[in-house]
């Protein structure tokens, strides 16, 4: 029996989120999730900004309102169905497990940044309390909860390892074998490498892309593509889901963007959180379809994005790319019609 189909006993498979077609009309569902999203998030980053928090300083304490995607998605999630059998052992164990790796993680690349470059108490201690949220995210898969494991077994199921594996090197691909052509021409390349060996840099790639997939696409993903794409796909065509991603997605970003981000200039504005980022909501929004509803290639691609623009050399012309990869994934899945057995349903 495949896997996207029931189970003996009428609950869907781990890792394919719950939609419920009797809960509320899905336009209500959008604004609820929005409500809790941005409320946990601005209410934490515009109180830290307040208090002096800004990119560089205070980090740690802005890293904790990421997570309101996440939380959002996880409260909505919940059905009240219990599983069994139940084993708290067994998710406090994988609890403790991602706790400590993403305790490192989250200091190394600090380290490393040279953004904390002493390992003060009152830091190890935000860092160990932040490094928790993705353990319990990442733990969720062994939730009680029928609708919450669900949504977050599709974060950590390497069931779809072809389109994790797009997920993952697409990205460098699209960097690397374009540029590789373009240089010998005389096209300018950007590297920011430093002063790094290139076993250095390795390394670093590795523990930012760790990073960003456990502080940035774990605290997200559950909420833009766990829970609100697949509640979407099934009243909206996939184009239109996405656009409503993206429009969620990008105003999220808001009081970061406004403070010294990407929204210093209105300009680079646009060009971010419009330009590229619709086309970028269009091949995720093509890789969970693809996948299965997949979020953890999703989880992949977002944190590949944010990592390797900022290790890998690449000419900035090989960007537009992106363009030419989301048209495909328009027209290849023809996303302007409605799917009829839409992820999610």
Known sequence: MSDRCSTAFGEPP???????QRARPVLK?????????????????ISAQRLGARPGVGEEILAFGSAGPAVAAIFLSRTGRKVFPFSLATRLLWFALLWQMSWVIYVLS???????????LRFGIAAALLAAIPAWI???KFSADLGVRNLLGALTAVRSWRWQAVA??????????????LHPFGMPVVWQRGSRTLW???????????????????FEEPGWRGYLLPHLQPRFSPLLASLLVWFAWALWHA???????????????????????????????????????????????????????????????????????????????????????????
Request: aromatic fraction near 16%; charged fraction near 10%; glycine fraction near 10%.
């Open 110 to 120: 600090d380290r490393l940044r040279g953004v904390t470059p002493a390992l003060s």
């Open 200 to 218: 250095a840099l390795a390394v670093y790639a590795a523990i930012m892309f760790l990073r960003n997939l456990l502080f940035t696409a774990f």
């Open 255 to 345: 009081p970061l963007d406004f403070s010294g981000g990407v929204g210093s200039g209105l300009m680079n504005y646009v060009r971010v959180r419009v330009i590229f980022l619709i086309p970028i909501t269009i091949i995720m929004t093509w890789i969970y379809n693809r996948s299965g509803g997949n979020i953890l290639s999703t989880a992949i691609f977002h944190a590949g994005m944010n990592t390797f623009p900022f290790v890998l050399p690449y000419a900035p012309p090989v960007l537009g790319l992106i363009f030419v990869w989301a048209g495909y994934a328009l027209f290849a899945d023809k996303m302007w019609r409605q799917r009829a057995n839409a992820v999610g349903t």
């Open 138 to 140: 990442g733990s969720g």
């Open 14 to 20: 781990t890792g394919v989120p719950l939609v419920d």
């Open 168 to 181: 993952l090197f697409s990205f460098p691909a699209l960097l690397l074998v374009p540029t590789a052509i």
């Open 29 to 45: 569902q959008y604004a609820t999730f929005i409500a809790l999203g941005f409320g946990n998030s601005w209410l934490i980053w």
